[in-house]
T-cell receptor, first 113, second 112 residues
Framework: GAVVSQHPSWVICKSGTSVKIECRSL??????MFWYRQFPKQSLMLMAT?????????EQGVEKDKFLINHASLTLSTLTVTSAHPEDSSFYIC?????????FGPGTRLTVL | GEDVEQSLFLSVREGDSSVINCTYT??????LYWYKQEPGAGLQLLTY?????DMKQDQRLTVLLNKKDKHLSLRIADTQTGDSAIYFC????????????FGQGTELSVKP
């Protein structure tokens, strides 16, 4: 299956700063990328769907101006958490799919102090 | 609406079978998935089933799909302590770009 990497694997930042998370599809052309987040002891919740070269579609309740998604190429999608606050602390996971399979990145753990 | 439901906890003894149940809402889904997540780790795909199948077996894992009732189950035979984890079922929404909607997760505890 496809390999999806994320960078960084964990990040700690101060409240009010912005954090960029990269998601790379290493051996697969990812036309669609999904961004999920998972709060402690909860399930994965879809934040947004991005298609290469177009604007992301955000799920209800997710602020598009706070969570900026860029999917400029078939191998790279980025999620930027702008003006992060402690309540944004979560596990962020990207995913792509092909031929019935879903390929998940290993996740990025964000802690906002 | 989009909803996938699971029971939250399951406790079994080592060597017994575990059955984790899941109900979903979108009857047009083509794929349904089972993932395992250990503490602090990412998701591990266990298996998936195509919607035109009723059953799929892969070593100790058996997936049963009842499309009429929109019910999915995962049976783990000869459950081991290493199987202790959270198990998520997920439904794929093909009419919305293939996004997955996850259940709440079932925490499986295996006692020696």
């Amino acid at each position: 299956g496809a390999v999806v990497s994320q960078h960084p694997s964990w990040v700690i930042c101060k409240s009010g700063t912005s954090v960029k998370i990269e998601c790379r599809s290493l051996d697969f052309q990812a036309t669609t990328m999904f961004w999920y987040r998972q709060f402690p002891k909860q399930s994965l919740m879809l934040m947004a769907t991005s298609n290469e070269g177009s604007k992301a579609t955000y799920e209800q309740g997710v602020e598009k101006d706070k969570f900026l998604i860029n999917h400029a190429s078939l191998t790279l999608s980025t999620l930027t958490v702008t003006s992060a606050h402690p309540e944004d602390s979560s596990f962020y996971i990207c995913s792509t799919h092909g031929q019935g399979e879903q390929f998940f990145g290993p996740g990025t753990r964000l802690t906002v102090l | 609406g989009e909803d996938v439901e699971q029971s939250l906890f399951l406790s079994v003894r080592e060597g017994d079978s575990s059955v984790i149940n899941c109900t979903y809402t979108d009857s047009s889904s083509t794929y349904l998935y089972w993932y395992k997540q250990e503490p602090g780790a990412g998701l591990q795909l266990l298996t998936y089933i195509f919607s035109n199948m009723d059953m799929k077996q892969d070593q100790r894992l058996t997936v049963l799909l009842n499309k009429k009732d929109k019910h999915l189950s995962l049976r783990i035979a000869d459950t081991q302590t290493g199987d202790s984890a959270i198990y998520f079922c997920a439904e794929r929404y093909d009419n919305q770009g293939g996004k997955l909607i996850f259940g709440q997760g079932t925490e499986l505890s295996v006692k020696p």
